[in-house]
């Protein structure tokens, strides 16, 4: 996915619709390559996400911004010293190109009137932010390139800035729709969407390719082979979406998987996929380009952070699982257990026909109602009497055996659920609080070694933050809380919740408890549904449709005595079958307008 400058063009307007002339109140770096600027203006406050990051450089108004380190690197710091109360006074856009300027009036430190730009340039693994003063001097920069990095373009502290070697491209705001498609026709030959992004400024290989889909009615054509009826529907195009960008008529939309999972974004409706892909249009560019950034700079934050931890729970489940199959395979055999006692029986009723040395013995099988013989292998070593004991002990040890292994495989199966259970807890953590959380429960149960020179550890230092549930309001205007972790589970089902509250959790899926607080009302069907969808979206089903979700009063919810955290029994309950809608989930916890 890459952010094309007609899409940089909606999001330029929208920063000046929302935040020209607002003061810089907060800012804040997450990561590395990622800026948060806190912008305050006459309708309240705004969070700007700048990311100069190679796999997701762009800028946007985010409601949900990112978990801020505990130090601040120096390239915050020195966005501190100089933007701290400086006015967004211009946005300005090179064109139609991936170079967005943001320019601040604010102070020096002598307290004279000074002016700074912050320069976002999208250009892939090039892609930078780089910081300004009011004479073009470089002041810093997220990624420095020095000459052994570049030597055409040099990004350095104390250097004055230079554009990026211009292509020659033409735009869709300067030029008519006839010298736009002049110019695309007498281009060197090939596929028609290739030759449109060559040549035109702005234009992403999607964006591209809906321009040659709709031109050539679905079918595949080169630029040289256009016909005049094709040549004028690329005309009719180009000058439709010049309008869109001259009218603010963005059509925000992002292309997704058919499980589910997001490819792309474009500003414009798209067409070209057919029944293949699904699109979803937002509201804005901002909203699209955080719903799309989310997940996926989630798992690689999570990645990042909690690498130690996925490959410990990774290892703890197939030693398990091992384990597991080793005890089933030993219960098989205990199975066989009575045709010992039987054997022994046999033995002990014939001992006048054994004689000790005899290796085997063909005697009437009494259990056989066909009244049948049986061969039975002896010790020569034993009496007659022995061979019958020895069959009996072997049948006592495997009866023992049987009720051991049924203990040790429904101990580890419990374990093995609570393993998949943190796992998905894992892979749901937005957040150093919830890392902590989840580290500190693997501590407490004997998981992870709270200190320790080498290996996997749990991390040292301040006592993490108290996580409180997440909370959503339904349309009913009931409270619905839902825990993050397997400790915060229990607190909340087991703790906090009063009797006759609904309890929801996905059947025989690993999840999230989520309660609904009934205070005594009856919790209508459409809370219900609705807190179902909740639960399997903070669940393993969360990529699935159609998730069964259990449903009961508190009171019917109990943890067994020594049971891992956020392992509890039910019997009474009924079930609802949900989707995990991300939109409707977002909507629900954008109701509750407390403190999350």
């Given amino acids: 996915m890459a952010l094309d400058g007609l899409f940089l063009h909606f999001i330029r307007r929208e920063i000046e619709a929302r935040a020209l002339g607002a003061r810089v109140e907060k800012i804040a770096q997450p990561t590395r390559e990622e800026l948060i600027l806190h912008l305050r203006g006459r309708e309240g406050g705004r969070r700007l996400l700048i990311s100069g990051g190679a796999m997701g450089p762009r800028i946007h108004f985010v409601a949900e911004p990112p978990e801020n380190p505990k130090t601040p690197p120096m390239f915050c710091m020195l966005l501190r010293k100089h933007l701290a109360g400086a006015r967004l006074a211009a946005v300005r856009q090179v064109g139609l190109d991936r170079i967005l300027m943001l320019d601040f009036e604010g102070a020096d430190e002598l307290g004279d009137p000074a002016a700074f730009t912050i320069i976002i340039e999208i250009m892939g693994r090039h892609s930078n932010v780089i910081v300004t003063d009011g004479e073009g001097k470089i002041l810093d920069a997220i990624r420095r390139v020095d000459i052994t990095t570049s030597r055409v373009r040099q990004v350095l502290p104390g250097m004055r800035y230079v554009l990026p070697p211009g292509q020659d491209k033409l735009s869709l705001l300067e030029k008519s729709p006839e010298e736009l498609v002049a110019r695309i026709k007498s281009a060197k030959e090939q596929e028609l969407s290739k030759a449109i992004s060559d040549n035109l400024e702005g234009f992403s290989a999607l964006t591209a390719r809906e321009a040659a889909f709709y031109t050539g009615r679905g079918a595949e054509i080169t630029n040289t082979a256009m016909t005049d009826e094709q040549a004028g529907r690329l005309g009719f195009y180009f000058r439709d979406a010049a309008g869109a960008l001259q009218e603010e008529r963005p059509a925000p939309t992002m292309v997704l998987e058919p499980d589910g999972r997001p490819r792309d974004v474009c500003c414009f409706a798209v067409r070209q996929y057919g029944a293949a892909m699904l699109t979803r249009e937002y509201p804005d560019c901002s909203v699209l380009l955080e719903r799309f950034y989310q997940d996926r700079d989630r798992a690689e934050r999570l990645r990042q952070r909690s690498g130690d931890l996925l490959n410990l729970l990774a290892s703890t489940s197939d030693r398990i699982a091992r384990k597991l199959a080793s005890q089933r395979e030993e219960l098989i055999a ?203 979206f903070h669940s393993k089903g969360r990529g699935s449709s159609r998730v069964p979700v259990d449903y009961t009063q508190v009171r019917n919810v109990r943890k067994p005595a020594g049971a891992k955290p956020g392992m509890v029994i039910y019997e009474t309950y009924r079930t609802v079958i949900a989707d995990p809608d991300e939109e409707l989930v977002r909507s629900l916890r954008d109701n509750y307008t407390g403190p999350q």
């Fill in 334 to 536: 205990c199975k066989d257990r009575d045709r010992l006692r039987e054997r022994g029986d046999i033995i002990s009723a014939n001992l006048y026909a054994i004689q000790k040395g005899d290796n085997s013995a063909t005697l009437q099988n009494f259990y056989d109602e066909a009244g049948g013989e049986v061969t039975i292998e002896l010790d020569p070593m034993l009496t007659p009497a022995q061979n019958a004991q020895r069959c009996y002990g072997l049948y006592r040890k495997a009866d023992t055996a049987e009720k051991h292994l049924t203990r040790l495989i429904a101990e580890g199966e419990r374990e093995l659920e609570y393993v998949d259970s943190v796992f998905d807890a894992l892979t749901r953590a937005d957040g150093e609080a919830e890392l902590s959380a989840i580290r500190g429960e693997l501590a407490a149960s004997g998981y992870l070694r709270r200190a320790s020179k080498g290996g996997v550890s749990a991390k040292s230092g301040p006592k993490p933050q108290k996580l409180t549930p997440l909370r959503f309001v339904s349309s009913d205007g009931f409270l619905i809380l839902c825990g993050r972790n397997n400790i915060q589970n229990d607190r909340l089902t087991i703790k906090e919740s009063e009797k006759t509250d609904l309890w929801l959790h996905t059947q025989k899926i690993p999840g999230s408890h989520v309660i609904v607080e009934a205070k005594g009302r009856q919790v209508p069907d459409s809370t219900i549904e609705q807190a179902a969808a909740i639960a399997a």
